[in-house]
């Protein structure tokens, strides 16, 4: 099945083969199983916390269709929390991909298994659905480095998609409000998207200290952006 343009674009986000690819909250696993042919020499991890998912990408792995020359045999299904990812477990390099929850639930379960793994030079690609200033506060706060980061529009919303690594010797610092993706993106997009967060803040901040932050920090970049 083709992917979506958002699961096509976290995807293109890839640029090296890893020994190991986890792919969480993986729904119906579309994004793993387009993995697999482009990293055969990687071993791709399905994750997700229901059996009942895990059983229907554990059954369509098992039954590829005789075209593709398969089953796959470069894949494992782990029915578990993000928080509980058996990474000791597995020699080699690890990329991590969350996309589909909430910026603040990605912002937890990286935090967990950096507090689990701090000997590791973690790599994470996330492509939350919102909350993306809080999931960026707790990147820099784990001393999180930026590898790349993309805004693109899928069905009238918008995505961040932020590549990040904790190996001191790659990437640029983190902004709290992405960098890359504002000189990036089309001139309608990045205004539209701006302005869709500078309103949630502004209905938020009312009382709460952090969105009153983000609120500041989007405002000034939407200034900074008319002058440009």
């Known amino acids: 099945m083709p992917l979506s343009y958002r699961l096509q674009s976290i995807a293109n986000t890839i640029k090296n083969p890893y020994h190991h690819i986890w792919d969480t909250c993986c729904d119906h696993g579309y994004l793993g199983m387009s993995l697999l042919a482009t990293y055969p020499s990687s071993t791709i991890h399905f994750v997700d916390i229901s059996a009942h ?3 229907g990408v ?52 990286i935090q967990q298994l950096t507090a689990r793994f701090g000997d590791v030079a973690l790599e994470f690609i996330i492509c939350p659905v919102h909350h993306t200033f809080t999931l960026r506060q707790q990147l820099i706060a784990l001393n999180y ?13 918008f995505y ?18 992405g960098d890359k993706l504002w000189h990036r993106a089309e001139q309608c997009e990045k205004a539209q998207y701006l302005m869709r967060l500078i309103k949630h803040y502004q209905n ?6 952090d969105a009153l932050v983000a609120l500041h920090a989007y405002q000034a970049l939407a ?3 008319k002058c440009n």
């Open 145 to 157: 480095s930026l590898i790349d980061e993309s805004l693109i529009s899928e069905n009238k919303r």
């Open 223 to 225: 200034n900074k952006l």
């Open 58 to 109: 554990e059954n369509g792995l098992s039954t590829q269709p005789d075209s593709q020359q398969l089953p796959y045999k470069n894949w494992q299904c782990h029915t578990i929390s993000v928080n509980d990812l058996p990474l000791d477990q597995y020699q080699g390099c690890h990329l991590i991909i969350i996309a589909g929850v909430g910026g603040d639930l990605a912002a937890e379960f």
């Open 204 to 209: 938020v901040s009312r009382n709460n200290q």
């Open 160 to 177: 961040e998609i932020i590549h990040v690594t904790r190996n001191k010797r790659q990437g640029v610092a983190i902004s709290p409000i």
């Open 53 to 55: 998912i895990m059983k």
